[in-house]
C-alpha cells in the first residue's frame, strides 16, 4: 500500500539525532562494536550484475583509500587495508547500494556489509570541521543517549546501557571516528545488532568494522529450495546427514524458533514484530540456536503501531509485508493493533514446510506427527478475526507447539538409544 511505502522509506532513512550519533562516538576505538559479521546465507542469494568482484575489489579500494587519507577509521581498517589479514572471497549480495561481502578474517570467514557502497553517500557532519576538540560533557552524552535509544528502538535499557562500550578516550583521529560512527548509526539495522545483542541470543553479534562497513558472526542461513530450510550439516558437521539426525535436528531448531517467538514477545519492554519471515532471514548456531538475521523489519510496538494506523477503504490497505491490521470501515482507519502475530507466520512459513511431510524412517510416531501438523495448521490459521481472541490464545497454541516437539524430541531420543543397544 503506497503511504504505508512511503511510511516505511522514511522510517528506514529518518534523521539520527546528534546525542545518539556522540554516544556512539563516546564508545570507545570502534572495536567490539562496529564489525558485524553477518551469516552467508544471510542474504537472499540475489545477486546483480554489480555484484562481481572487480566491483567488490573497487569498492574495498576506496574505503583503504579513504583510510589512509584519515576520513574514516575502524578497528578492522588496519587487517584489511595494511596488514592483509582480513581478506575478500567473494560478493554475496548488492541491490541498490547495499552491499554484501564475505572474506577471511584471521583465519575466520565473516561478512561485510553496508547500505551504500560509499563513505561519502553518508550524510555528512559539517559541524566536526569547525571543532578542534570533541568538548560535550559526558554525563550529558549518557543521559542523551539513554533517551535516543529509547526513542528508537522502544526498548526500556539498565541505567548504565553503554557498560564497557563508553570509554574517556577519544584520541588524536576522533573526526575520523566520529564520521564513521555517524555512517553507521545510519544504518537502522547496525543499530539493532549493537543494541540487542547484550539482551538476546537470538540476534547476530557485532564484532567490529572499518569506516561504514560493518560486520556479524557467520552463520549457516536458511533457504526456501532447501527441503529442511537450513543446511544443518554446514551448522553442525555430517554427522546429522541421516533421516533420523535431520528430524532431531529439525526438532531442535522448531523449538528455539519457539525460544525466539517467546523471547521476542515478553522480555523486552516492548513486543518486537517481524515483518520480513522467511528462511533466509534466520540463520542457526552450530549449537542449532535460531538467530535473526536481517532486522530491517522489525518493529518494536510502538513503531508498530505507528506503521500500521493508516488511512483505508479494506483490510488489504492494512497489509505490512507479514504484519497486518484490519481496517475500520466507519472510520477508514486501520487499526493500530496488529491482527496477526509473530507465530502465526512462522507457524505457515517455517513449520508447515518442515512438518507438513510425513518423516518416513523417522522415530517419531505417526499420530504425533499428525497432531504436530493439526497444532501447526491451527497455529498458522487460527480461524478468527477477533484480535483480543488472537492474542489470548497465541500463549496456548505456542505451549501446545512446545509440548508436541518435545514429545517428538522423547521419541527420536529413545529411538536413538535403543539403536545404540542393538549395535
Known amino acids: 500500500m503506497p503511504r504505508l511505502k512511503r511510511l516505511m522509506r522514511v522510517r528506514l532513512s529518518r534523521r539520527r539525532s546528534l546525542a545518539f550519533f556522540l554516544f556512539w562516538a563516546a564508545c570507545g576505538t570502534l572495536g567490539g562494536v562496529f564489525l558485524v559479521v553477518v551469516a552467508a546465507a544471510a542474504h537472499r542469494g540475489v545477486f546483480s550484475g554489480r555484484c562481481t568482484d572487480e566491483q567488490s575489489h573497487r569498492i574495498l579500494a576506496r574505503l583503504c583509500l579513504d583510510y589512509k587519507k584519515g576520513a574514516l577509521t575502524g578497528d578492522l581498517c588496519e587487517d584489511l587495508c595494511v596488514a592483509q589479514k582480513l581478506i575478500y572471497k567473494r560478493c554475496l549480495y548488492y541491490d541498490r547500494g547495499k552491499k554484501v561481502i564475505q572474506a577471511d578474517w584471521r583465519g575466520r570467514p565473516v561478512i561485510l556489509k553496508s547500505k551504500n557502497e560509499i563513505f561519502s553517500s553518508y550524510q555528512h557532519l559539517g559541524f566536526l570541521e569547525e571543532m578542534e576538540s570533541p568538548s560535550i560533557p559526558e554525563a550529558e552524552l549518557l543521559l542523551m543517549v539513554a533517551l535516543e535509544i529509547k526513542s528508537i528502538l522502544g526498548l526500556e535499557l539498565p541505567n548504565n546501557p553503554m557498560g564497557p562500550l563508553w570509554t574517556r578516550r577519544r584520541g588524536p583521529h576522533w573526526k575520523a571516528q566520529w564520521a564513521s560512527m555517524w555512517s553507521l548509526l545510519q544504518q537502522e539495522e547496525y543499530i539493532y545488532f549493537s543494541v540487542l545483542q547484550d539482551f538476546s541470543k537470538h540476534v547476530l553479534r557485532v564484532i567490529g568494522s572499518c569506516g561504514h562497513f560493518y560486520a556479524v558472526e557467520y552463520l549457516t542461513a536458511g533457504h526456501a529450495w532447501q527441503k529442511t530450510l537450513f543446511s544443518v550439516e554446514d551448522a553442525v558437521g555430517v554427522s546429522f546427514s541421516g533421516i533420523q539426525s535431520k528430524a532431531k535436528a529439525i526438532t531442535e531448531i522448531a523449538i528455539s524458533f519457539l525460544d525466539m517467538v517467546h523471547h521476542f514477545d515478553n522480555d523486552f519492554s516492548h513486543r518486537l514484530h517481524l515483518c520480513d519471515i522467511k528462511p533466509e532471514n534466520f540463520a542457526i548456531r552450530n549449537d542449532l540456536t535460531v538467530v535473526a538475521i536481517d532486522v530491517d523489519m522489525a518493529f518494536f510496538e510502538p513503531k508498530m503501531r505507528d506503521i500500521l494506523e493508516q488511512n483505508c477503504t479494506g483490510d488489504e490497505d492494512c497489509n505490512f509485508f507479514d504484519c497486518f491490521s484490519k481496517c475500520d470501515l466507519r472510520s477508514r482507519k486501520c487499526g493500530a493493533e496488529r491482527a496477526n502475530n509473530n507465530l502465526q507466520v512462522i507457524c505457515d512459513k517455517i513449520f508447515r ?65 535403543s539403536a545404540q543397544i542393538h549395535q
Open 353 to 417: 514446510p518442515w512438518f507438513s511431510l510425513n518423516l518416513r524412517g523417522s522415530a517419531v510416531s505417526f499420530p504425533l506427527q499428525l497432531q504436530l501438523q493439526q497444532a501447526i495448521h491451527e497455529c498458522a490459521e487460527p480461524g478468527t478475526k477477533d484480535i483480543a481472541h488472537h492474542y489470548r490464545t497465541s500463549p496456548d497454541s505456542l505451549s501446545e507447539l512446545y509440548q508436541l516437539l518435545r514429545a517428538s524430541q522423547k521419541e527420536l531420543q529413545t529411538s536413538g538409544s
